[in-house]
């Protein structure tokens, strides 16, 4: 048998604010100002055309994350940011994760519960 572990069910709990900030940084461009060299907040922001302490706070959190490194006060590309995360990678899952993300499959995962009461999808419109 083995140990209860508190950090599976922290991890899904916080698993969509680890969604949010991934896509976020795709949308906004960070994996592609950290591939053209913009490695502190004020490069990477000007770069993103965003406020610099938003993206320090979300550069910050994808650190922690482990999708970026920061040695000091810059940033730079984990291995696997460079590899799947970087818009310049063949690899790059970085294009499937607007759609993946998007707000109406993000709604069907709100309606979860409603979804299982009812046996069928709570959305107002299926996702088909």
Request: glycine residues 6%; aromatic residues 4%; contains cysteine.
């Amino acid at each position: 048998m083995s140990q209860p572990n508190p950090g599976l069910v922290w991890d899904t709990r916080t698993a969509h604010q680890r969604s949010a900030s991934l896509r976020t940084a795709v949308e906004l461009n960070v994996f592609g100002a950290l591939s053209n060299g913009h490695k502190t907040s004020a490069a990477i922001a000007q770069h993103c055309g965003v406020p610099e302490r938003g993206i320090r706070i979300l550069c910050d959190y994808l650190t922690i994350a482990g999708l970026i490194a920061k040695n000091g006060a810059e940033y730079s590309h984990t291995p696997t940011s460079a590899v799947f995360l970087a818009p310049d990678s063949p690899a790059s899952m970085a294009p499937t994760v607007p759609f993946l993300l998007n707000s109406k499959i993000l709604r069907a995962s709100d309606l979860l519960t409603e979804t299982i009461r009812r046996g069928q999808t709570a959305l107002e419109e299926p996702l088909a």
